[in-house]
């Protein structure tokens, strides 16, 4: 009884996302994406080099808990309120002003090992915009429908949804954070919370799909350990340090 209806209730959802079409209760899940439609739509016309082919049952639970999480995506949304608190949040884990910020410190630096940790710090987010270029570029998944594209300084891949940059940079720098600076326990905490509510203000703001960010969250989490194999050091690159001697 129950499992027959099931499975064929399965069926029916596999059938509606192959043809683009939604099932009464779901966002449209397509099976498949490409960079210059909007997610939802069937890509059986789209040209074969530009699809991203993904289990369609993932990609219908991601798109219908995407768009029930992105409860403060517009004016409208039931959580509309939050939206200004959230799009500070977001601010907090913009690029620029990490990067702006990093190089200040650097520049005013007093210390070689502050200089050292700030000048890997530049280098793991330098790497990081460019790894989410390369990857947003490559996959090209467009940003969910529901999303209000007004976010401050972006960069021609932004329009492009996986993987977020934020939550990469949020897991990178949390990773970061704990590991090259002495802090209390408290701050600690504010940290990886602080990671944890920029990646979950990305679905709340409608900015990404719940995917997006857990790829993302992925992503800086590794990319630290690649930034910890090449870390920089006067003996690993005597020639950028000597840059401060002169
Ligand atoms: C030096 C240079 C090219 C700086 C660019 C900084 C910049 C504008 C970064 C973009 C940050 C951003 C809006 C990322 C998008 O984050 P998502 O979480 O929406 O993917």
Redo the contacts with the bound molecule.
Sequence with gaps: GGGRWRRSRRRRREAAAREGHALPGHASPPPCWDGDREEGKSCSQGRASRRVRIPTALLAADLWASRRLGVCAAEGSPCAAARPLLRLVEVSG???PW?LGTAYGLWRSGSAAAREVLLNLLFALLLD?VL?AVV?GLVRRPRPAHNKMD?F???SV?KY?F?????TRAALVCRFVLHHLVLAAPLRVLVVLWALVVSLS?VMLG??NVTDVLF?LLLGYALYSVVQYCWLSPLSAPALFALWSH
């Design positions: 913009h690029g620029l990067l915009l989410v947003k976010m300084a972006t960069i932004d949804s993987p977020s940059g934020h939550a990305r900015r990404h993302g």
